[in-house]
């Protein structure tokens, strides 16, 4: 009895004698373990199914380690060359050595292509050589130059130490067209072939524009939404949703018939005298085809966080500044405006960011003027099978996207953001 | 006792199709007309024979997919219809079974297969299957006098209206070089010189306002059947079912046409390599192959098949043989695709294309 | 009090439906200066027709003028009306001041003026110390006061109040009905205030005007409402109230006999009942019945209940029929004899009981 009064000074003891601080966080250890236990599929699918592949990916924007792997004599040569000097007889040596080998382990493929990114035309060089190179004798110097004459050029040499780097910045260079060089040094591409900074700056103009079209043409429809009687506008709200209900596709191919030249919007054009039969209005395979049908796609994504915020705003409000004295523009600017601000930002960034990686519908309607990066990044993903450069530019998208983010933190504040 | 005899026979059916030929197996085509014909000619023959399905899916091309499945090791495609490019780039990067070409039927006549075939037809892991043709297809009402040559495509002043391309570097620019009046041999020796590819974006620039620009190849006859554009660079398959078949009142140009193979492919690790490989042997065989040409005017790659070739399925009328990309009109200048110069420089010239058609 | 109306509803009614009238046929004068309070249930149109005198609802038919001046047509920013809400409608991206500072904005008042105003209204409700808050930092009391200030900020002549302590709890409604009060008297400014709380009525008003179905049912003071309701509507509404239900037997000046369902024969004062043979209710007050001794008006009774409140014992007792005959008695000695079960009687000064219509 003494002694437990003693402690009881030092802490505080429950009933039983058990410190009240661990007796707490042991009653409150299961209830945490249950709600953790309610969160942990969620969880395991997300950092497994989506945040661990996503990292993944991108680390081969900045880690492609095909030419290290297969070329296991030549990269440790390539590694001591200074990247000037002539080529000496060790280095190839060790490249008929990794050549005769990957034609015997039919992986001569894999390091073509991948030695094609960084020079054009050493597919062939790597396939046609590979094929002769057992029979080569040494000095295998001049027996590789006489099969072919590339091998004597510097260039190529060079292409190949940049190549033998696993972790390298080539791909992230060429998602921002310029070229590493073997030096270290990163030049500009020439202006023919510049692309993607053009592209970048083209998505985020793309992406603005419908934001602010679709405030523009949004932000009534939600008021309206907001201030009919409830059957009324239950049935409106269906009207907005029903485009959820239709594929992508299927409201894309839509607006081709309505925007193309024989389409009916032309149609009407041409009846009403805004054209002329021979002279109709290009409003697809353009940027316009893009903006409309993008606007017009991502509308419902701006109409219901501003209609979910201005449901929950009293009429009180408005009558309030009427009765003080407020005409019906200053009631609106003063008073309505700012309270529906966090349901804009909500919708403005949802459909940014929306807007920022779409590509089946400017895919369809853009035509040359009106793709945007996400079609680049699938071309690479699915036509020239460049993934490292794929994943280079996903990277780059997505350090603009948390850049805008955090800018947006910093001007708006993204407490300040409802959803509904 | 009736109703047990059928329950019995029903059953047993499903034994002889599930249990006893387990097998099926996935073909991967590009859809369309063009599997359509693969469909009647190969799928519905061979699953007769041998009791075992065919699934058959769709795709627009290239190795991605492919590559995919093989890398992640869950391999669901068994063959695929591959272009010439892509079977080569395919085989040495080792993501395709190699097929030993001993084991493909002998021709009629007794000739082996390697024999039989075009050249260029067997590679190490492809068997081929059709040549086809890329060209122009021009609307017949949009014009007194027809075009007939490839520099017609690119005459805005003398055949007005738009032009629909491919959105892909591929044909479109060794097409602007024959439009230039570059003779179909010496075009890829041209292209492969700086000057060359400038003369060719150059002739390209000519038309560039004037462009729709299409990717998937269903595109192009609803282009022409819209209205949308008076030409259209297309396959010479696909327009021939809207001229055929629809009654579209289009015509062809083989001036400048660009023919390439299909082939067969077996991914590396198909689960079902022996049906796979069984279903190459039976469908290339010179019959299968003759029989293909009448649903579709893609040419057999096999000689034996070329006496074989009928009359279009639905219109006895039309002899198909008069449609292939291979007739003497047809190769009076014409340009057989240089996979290795497109393996090689495909990623440069596309990048620059690209970038070309974004100015 | 000023007799020229300041306020006057004439013939007024209001339709939203074009099928039922929510207010039918009103007619209201409101003296400059006065409080008056729109009594009644929810859905008696109470609410309507404060809309109506802010501009937020139209009338479908009649005339609403304010200090002489028709006020029909005129929209609601220009009608110089302050106007307290249920919710306090504060604006909640402005702070105190902000809110305050609105309605001398729009008026375009000099930046000096406007702080001085500010300055006034925040002492007026003592709440200066507030004027960097946002609403949401405020208790709903200081809320309350700012909404006060708001309404009052710009100095109109007449200010509607819309149930504006309905959302506070009990003993602050209290303080706040006394504060709402005295600014009144301190300002003179006519108030038209909206509740369905009767006492909040009682405790405030100049005048009351209970509402029910879209009628005004009596628009009186607040004793004569309560001593003098004119109809059983009135009578049960404000108050508590028996009711007996009886024929009438005769009527002799301001006096009616009436026989109830028990054959007893009870007098009371004439106010609001048909001839001879028809039906009537007898209301009296619980407070004014005497029990266990005789008077003017005697009836046999039984104690059912009885519940101890404090200040006074609520006994339920059977009087002619009716189980709920509420009699309160002040709680003092002789309470004590009163137990459940026991048979007394219970009397009335025919004064007390008023002969009102028969309610449905």
Same mark, same amino acid.
């Given at each position: 009895?003494?002694?437990?009064?003693?402690?009881?000074?030092?802490?505080?003891?429950?009933?039983?004698?058990?410190?009240?601080?661990?007796?707490?966080?042991?009653?409150?250890?299961?209830?945490?373990?249950?709600?953790?236990?309610?969160?942990?599929?969620?969880?395991?699918?997300?950092?497994?199914?989506?945040?661990?592949?996503?990292?993944?990916?991108?680390?081969?924007?900045?880690?492609?380690?095909?030419?290290?792997?297969?070329?296991?004599?030549?990269?440790?040569?390539?590694?001591?060359?200074?990247?000037? !000097?002539?080529?000496?007889?060790?280095?190839?040596?060790?490249?008929?050595? *990794?050549?005769?080998?990957?034609?015997?382990?039919?992986?001569?493929?894999?390091?073509?292509?991948?030695?094609?990114?960084?020079?054009?035309?050493?597919?062939?060089?790597?396939?046609?050589?590979?094929?002769?190179?057992?029979?080569?004798?040494?000095?295998?110097?001049?027996?590789?130059?006489?099969?072919?004459?590339?091998?004597?050029?510097?260039?190529?040499?060079?292409?190949?130490?940049?190549?033998?780097?696993?972790?390298?910045?080539?791909?992230?260079?060429?998602?921002?067209?310029?070229?590493?060089?073997?030096?270290?040094?990163?030049?500009?591409?020439?202006?023919?072939?510049?692309?993607?900074?053009?592209?970048?700056?083209?998505?985020?103009?793309?992406?603005?524009?419908?934001?602010?079209?679709?405030?523009?043409?949004?932000?009534?429809?939600?008021?309206?939404?907001?201030?009919?009687?409830?059957?009324?506008?239950?049935?409106?709200?269906?009207?907005?949703? $029903?485009?959820?209900?239709?594929?992508? $596709?299927? &409201?894309?191919?839509?607006?081709?018939?309505?925007?193309?030249?024989?389409?009916?919007?032309?149609? $009407?054009?041409?009846?009403?005298?805004?054209?002329?039969?021979?002279?109709?209005?290009?409003?697809?395979?353009?940027?316009?085809?893009?903006?409309?049908?993008?606007?017009?796609? /991502?509308? %419902?994504?701006?109409?219901?966080?501003?209609?979910?915020?201005?449901?929950?705003?009293?009429?009180?409000?408005?009558?309030?500044?009427?009765?003080?004295?407020?005409?019906? #523009?200053?009631?609106?600017?003063?008073?309505?405006?700012?309270?529906?601000? %966090?349901?804009?930002?909500?919708?403005?960034?949802?459909?940014?960011?929306?807007?920022?990686?779409?590509?089946?519908? %400017?895919?369809?309607?853009?035509?040359?003027?009106?793709?945007?990066?996400?079609?680049?990044?699938?071309?690479?993903?699915?036509?020239? /099978?460049? #993934?490292? /450069?794929?994943?280079?530019?996903?990277?780059?998208?997505?350090?603009?996207?948390?850049?805008?983010?955090?800018?947006? @933190?910093?001007?708006?504040?993204?407490?300040?953001?409802?959803?509904? | 006792?009736?109703?047990?005899?059928?329950?019995?026979?029903?059953?047993?059916?499903?034994?002889?199709?599930?249990?006893?030929?387990?097998?099926?197996?996935?073909?991967?085509?590009?859809?369309?007309?063009?599997?359509?014909?693969?469909?009647?000619?190969?799928?519905?023959?061979?699953?007769?024979?041998?009791?075992?399905?065919?699934?058959?899916?769709?795709?627009?091309?290239?190795?991605?997919?492919?590559?995919?499945?093989?890398?992640?090791?869950?391999?669901?495609?068994?063959?695929?219809?591959?272009?010439?490019?892509?079977?080569?780039?395919?085989? @040495?990067?080792?993501?395709?079974?190699?097929? *030993?070409?001993?084991?493909?039927?002998?021709?009629?006549?007794?000739? +082996?297969?390697?024999?039989?075939?075009?050249?260029?037809?067997?590679?190490?892991?492809?068997?081929?299957?059709?040549?086809?043709?890329?060209?122009?297809?021009?609307?017949?009402?949009?014009?007194?006098?027809?075009?007939?040559?490839?520099?017609?495509?690119?005459?805005?002043?003398?055949?007005?209206?738009?032009?629909?391309?491919?959105?892909?570097?591929?044909?479109?620019?060794?097409?602007?070089?024959?439009?230039?009046?570059?003779?179909?041999?010496?075009?890829?020796?041209?292209?492969?010189?700086?000057?060359?590819?400038?003369?060719?974006?150059?002739?390209?620039?000519?038309?560039?306002?004037?462009?729709?620009?299409?990717?998937?190849?269903?595109?192009?006859?609803?282009?022409?059947?819209?209205?949308?554009?008076?030409?259209?660079?297309?396959?010479?398959?696909?327009?021939?079912?809207?001229?055929?078949?629809?009654?579209?009142?289009?015509?062809?140009? #083989?001036?400048?046409?660009?023919?390439?193979?299909?082939?067969?492919?077996?991914?590396?690790?198909?689960?079902?390599?022996?049906?796979?490989?069984?279903?190459?042997?039976?469908?290339?065989?010179?019959?299968?192959?003759?029989?293909?040409?009448?649903?579709?005017?893609?040419?057999?790659?096999?000689?034996? !098949?070329? +006496?074989?070739?009928?009359?279009?399925?639905? *219109?006895?009328?039309?002899?198909?043989?008069?449609?292939?990309?291979?007739?003497?009109?047809?190769?009076?200048?014409?340009?057989?695709?240089?996979?290795?110069?497109?393996?090689?420089?495909?990623?440069?010239?596309?990048? &620059?294309?690209?970038?070309?058609?974004?100015? | 009090?000023?007799?020229?109306?300041?306020?006057?509803?004439?013939?007024?009614?209001?339709?939203?439906?074009?099928?039922?009238?929510?207010?039918? @046929?009103?007619?209201?004068?409101?003296?400059?200066?006065?409080?008056?309070?729109?009594?009644?249930?929810?859905?008696?149109?109470?609410?309507?027709?404060?809309?109506?005198?802010?501009?937020?609802?139209?009338?479908?038919?009649?005339?609403?003028?304010?200090?002489?001046?028709?006020?029909?047509?005129?929209?609601?920013?220009?009608?110089?009306?302050?106007?307290?809400?249920?919710?306090?409608?504060?604006?909640?991206?402005?702070?105190?001041?902000?809110?305050?500072?609105?309605?001398?904005?729009?008026?375009?008042? +000099?930046?000096?003026?406007?702080?001085?105003?500010?300055?006034?209204?925040?002492?007026?409700?003592?709440?200066?110390?507030?004027?960097?808050?946002?609403?949401?930092?405020?208790?709903?009391?200081?809320?309350?006061?700012?909404?006060?200030? &708001?309404?009052?900020?710009?100095?109109?002549?007449?200010?509607?109040?819309?149930?504006?302590?309905?959302?506070?709890?009990?003993?602050?409604?209290?303080?706040?009905?006394?504060?709402?009060?005295?600014?009144?008297?301190?300002?003179?400014?006519?108030?038209?205030?909206?509740?369905?709380?009767?006492?909040?009525?009682?405790?405030?008003? @100049?005048?009351?005007?209970?509402?029910?179905?879209?009628?005004?049912?009596?628009?009186?003071?607040?004793?004569?409402?309560?001593?003098?309701?004119?109809?059983?509507?009135?009578?049960?509404?404000?108050?508590?109230?028996?009711?007996?239900?009886?024929?009438?037997?005769?009527?002799?000046?301001?006096?009616?006999?009436?026989?109830?369902?028990?054959?007893?024969?009870?007098?009371?004062?004439?106010?609001?009942?048909?001839?001879?043979?028809?039906?009537?209710?007898?209301?009296?007050?619980?407070?004014?019945?005497?029990?266990?001794?005789?008077?003017?008006?005697?009836?046999?009774?039984?104690?059912?209940?009885?519940?101890?409140?404090?200040?006074?014992? &609520?006994?339920?007792?059977?009087?002619?029929?009716?189980?709920?005959?509420?009699?309160?008695?002040?709680?003092?000695?002789?309470?004590?004899?009163?137990?459940?079960?026991?048979?007394?009687?219970?009397?009335?000064?025919?004064?007390?009981?008023?002969?009102?219509?028969?309610?449905?």
């Amino acid at each position: 009895m003494q002694a437990s009064q003693n402690k009881k000074n030092e802490q505080m003891l429950t009933s039983d004698g058990i410190p009240l601080k661990k007796k707490l966080s042991k009653s409150l250890f299961r209830s945490r373990l249950r709600a953790f236990g309610l969160v942990t599929p969620l969880l395991l699918l997300i950092s497994i199914g989506f945040v661990f592949p996503i990292l993944v990916f991108l680390t081969r924007g900045i880690y492609n380690d095909t030419f290290e792997k297969y070329m296991v004599n030549l990269t440790p040569v390539l590694a001591e060359w200074n990247g000037i !000097s002539e080529p000496t007889e060790e280095m190839f040596e060790a490249l008929v050595l *990794d050549l005769v080998w990957l034609k015997e382990t039919k992986n001569i493929g894999k390091v073509a292509s991948r030695m094609n990114r960084e020079m054009s035309g050493s597919r062939s060089l790597f396939t046609s050589s590979a094929r002769k190179a057992k029979k080569l004798e040494a000095p295998y110097k001049e027996s590789l130059i006489k099969v072919k004459k590339k091998w004597g050029d510097l260039e190529t040499w060079r292409a190949m130490k940049v190549t033998s780097h696993s972790l390298t910045p080539v791909f992230l260079a060429s998602a921002l067209d310029m070229k590493y060089t073997a030096e270290g040094s990163f030049i500009q591409k020439s202006e023919d072939r510049r692309i993607h900074v053009k592209l970048f700056i083209r998505t985020l103009e793309i992406s603005l524009i419908v934001v602010i079209a679709g405030l523009i043409l949004g932000y009534p429809v939600a008021f309206l939404l907001a201030n009919l009687p409830i059957r009324i506008s239950n049935l409106l709200l269906i009207l907005v949703l $029903l485009p959820f209900w239709t594929s992508l $596709l299927v &409201r894309t191919t839509a607006w081709i018939a309505m925007l193309q030249g024989q389409g009916v919007l032309n149609d $009407l054009f041409v009846v009403f005298g805004i054209a002329t039969d021979e002279d109709r209005f290009t409003l697809i395979y353009n940027k316009a085809g893009t903006l409309i049908s993008m606007t017009h796609i /991502l509308l %419902p994504f701006m109409i219901l966080p501003i209609y979910s915020v201005m449901k929950t705003i009293p009429p009180s409000y408005v009558r309030a500044a009427k009765s003080m004295g407020a005409t019906n #523009w200053t009631a609106f600017w003063r008073i309505y405006f700012p309270q529906t601000i %966090p349901g804009i930002g909500a919708g403005a960034i949802l459909v940014f960011i929306l807007a920022i990686s779409f590509y089946i519908t %400017p895919a369809l309607v853009g035509g040359q003027d009106g793709t945007m990066i996400s079609n680049f990044i699938d071309y690479h993903m699915r036509k020239s /099978l460049n #993934w490292s /450069l794929a994943a280079a530019m996903g990277g780059v998208l997505l350090v603009i996207i948390l850049f805008l983010y955090w800018i947006y @933190d910093r001007v708006v504040g993204i407490d300040n953001m409802k959803l509904g | 006792m009736k109703l047990f005899k059928l329950t019995f026979a029903t059953v047993s059916a499903l034994f002889v199709a599930f249990g006893a030929n387990a097998e099926s197996i996935t073909v991967v085509s590009w859809g369309g007309a063009y599997t359509k014909s693969q469909v009647e000619a190969y799928h519905k023959p061979w699953s007769q024979k041998t009791g075992n399905q065919v699934v058959s899916e769709d795709y627009s091309g290239g190795l991605a997919e492919v590559k995919a499945q093989v890398e992640s090791g869950n391999v669901t495609w068994d063959v695929v219809d591959v272009e010439l490019s892509d079977a080569l780039q395919g085989c @040495d990067e080792g993501i395709l079974e190699e097929i *030993d070409h001993s084991t493909l039927p002998a021709a009629p006549d007794g000739s +082996p297969a390697t024999q039989d075939f075009l050249p260029g037809a067997l590679q190490d892991c492809a068997v081929g299957n059709i040549v086809w043709s890329t060209l122009y297809a021009y609307d017949k009402t949009k014009f007194d006098t027809p075009p007939t040559t490839m520099a017609d495509f690119f005459d805005i002043e003398k055949f007005p209206g738009k032009r629909g391309m491919r959105k892909l570097g591929k044909a479109m620019l060794e097409m602007a070089l024959m439009g230039d009046g570059v003779p179909a041999a010496e075009v890829y020796d041209l292209l492969g010189t700086e000057e060359g590819v400038q003369r060719a974006f150059a002739k390209l620039d000519t038309i560039k306002d004037h462009v729709v620009w299409w990717e998937a190849g269903a595109q192009p006859p609803q282009l022409l059947a819209d209205g949308e554009v008076s030409m259209t660079i297309t396959w010479n398959g696909r327009i021939f079912n809207a001229i055929a078949q629809e009654k579209q009142p289009f015509g062809l140009v #083989w001036d400048g046409q660009i023919y390439d193979l299909d082939l067969f492919v077996i991914p590396k690790g198909s689960k079902n390599k022996e049906a796979a490989l069984d279903f190459i042997r039976f469908s290339t065989d010179t019959k299968r192959l003759a029989d293909q040409a009448s649903w579709i005017p893609y040419g057999p790659l096999r000689n034996s !098949s070329i +006496p074989l070739i009928g009359t279009f399925h639905s *219109d006895p009328s039309i002899k198909m043989i008069d449609h292939m990309p291979t007739t003497e009109v047809a190769l009076k200048n014409a340009l057989q695709n240089d996979f290795e110069f497109w393996a090689d420089n495909g990623e440069e010239l596309n990048e &620059r294309f690209n970038a070309w058609l974004a100015n | 009090m000023a007799n020229n109306s300041f306020v006057k509803f004439e013939n007024v009614q209001k339709s939203y439906d074009g099928e039922t009238l929510v207010v039918k @046929d009103l007619n209201l004068e409101i003296p400059k200066g006065e409080f008056l309070t729109m009594l009644g249930p929810s859905g008696s149109g109470k609410t309507t027709c404060l809309m109506m005198l802010a501009g937020f609802e139209t009338a479908t038919q009649g005339i609403i003028s304010l200090g002489g001046n028709p006020i029909n047509n005129i929209p609601p920013h220009k009608r110089g009306i302050g106007m307290v809400f249920q919710n306090y409608a504060l604006f909640p991206h402005m702070t105190v001041y902000e809110n305050l500072s609105f309605p001398l904005e729009v008026r375009k008042l +000099p930046k000096r003026i406007r702080e001085e105003k500010i300055k006034r209204a925040l002492d007026m409700v003592q709440m200066n110390e507030f004027g960097n808050r946002r609403p949401a930092q405020l208790s709903g009391g200081q809320q309350q006061r700012i909404a006060l200030a &708001r309404s009052l900020v710009f100095e109109p002549e007449l200010v509607l109040m819309d149930e504006p302590l309905g959302a506070l709890d009990k003993q602050l409604r209290e303080h706040m009905q006394y504060e709402i009060k005295h600014l009144h008297e301190k300002l003179g400014v006519t108030v038209v205030y909206v509740t369905h709380d009767q006492t909040e009525a009682l405790t405030m008003s @100049d005048r009351v005007a209970v509402f029910n179905d879209g009628v005004i049912q009596q628009l009186a003071s607040p004793p004569n409402l309560y001593e003098k309701p004119e109809n059983a509507f009135v009578a049960q509404f404000i108050g508590e109230n028996n009711k007996i239900i009886a024929q009438v037997v005769d009527v002799k000046g301001s006096v009616v006999t009436a026989k109830t369902l028990k054959g007893n024969l009870l007098k009371s004062k004439k106010v609001n009942c048909d001839t001879v043979g028809s039906k009537t209710t007898l209301s009296i007050r619980p407070e004014r019945i005497n029990v266990g001794v005789k008077g003017e008006n005697t009836s046999e009774a039984e104690v059912l209940e009885l519940i101890y409140i404090g200040d006074h014992i &609520r006994c339920r007792m059977n009087v002619e029929g009716d189980e709920n005959f509420i009699v309160k008695i002040p709680n003092a000695k002789k309470v004590s004899n009163l137990k459940i079960g026991l048979k007394t009687k219970v009397s009335w000064a025919t004064d007390d009981c008023r002969a009102l219509d028969r309610l449905a």
